[in-house]
């Protein structure tokens, strides 16, 4: 008796295994968004961009709101992967971050964000404009 519950045991071990290696796996593409930010106390940001995803390219819109110590006006391009994503509708969702910046004239920016179907954006570039920022901001990505 106890060496049938064992042996089925067993089996069922080796079906959930052999189910596990045939499961999708998650996949990744490159993004390239462009976004303007202006603000006094609070800011609001918008631009567009575009999601490279298993051969094809997908248009971006983003937006989003920022609280905290927000002044001017900047406008920043930012070229990078996504991670953990299945379809390109992955990418859409809420992105939330809280941080501290100076821009004045041109300078980098990196930036690493999670939305809640967690997709995972690692992005770099360029910021210009005159921009002094210690706030909470979220970004939202849109499919178009």
């Known amino acids: 008796m106890k060496l049938a519950s064992t042996l089925r045991a067993a089996c069922l071990a080796i079906a959930a295994l052999a189910g596990l290696s045939t499961t999708a796996q998650a996949d990744s593409g490159f993004v390239t968004l462009t976004i303007y930010k202006a603000g006094w106390i609070i800011g609001g940001s918008g631009g567009s961009g575009v999601l490279n995803f298993r051969g094809r390219t997908y248009a971006l819109s983003t937006g989003g709101l920022d609280y905290g110590l927000v002044f001017g006006g900047s406008k920043t391009v930012l070229r990078g992967r996504v991670s953990n994503i299945n379809r390109p509708s992955d990418v859409a969702g809420v992105?939330?971050?809280?941080?501290?910046?100076?821009?004045?004239?041109?300078?980098?920016?990196a930036i690493v964000l999670t939305n809640q179907k967690g997709a995972v954006l690692e992005l770099t570039g360029t910021q210009v404009g005159l921009m002094a920022n210690a706030d909470l901001s979220g970004l939202a990505i849109t499919m178009r």
């Open 95 to 109: 992105y939330g971050a809280a941080g501290a910046g100076l821009a004045v004239g041109s300078g980098a920016r």
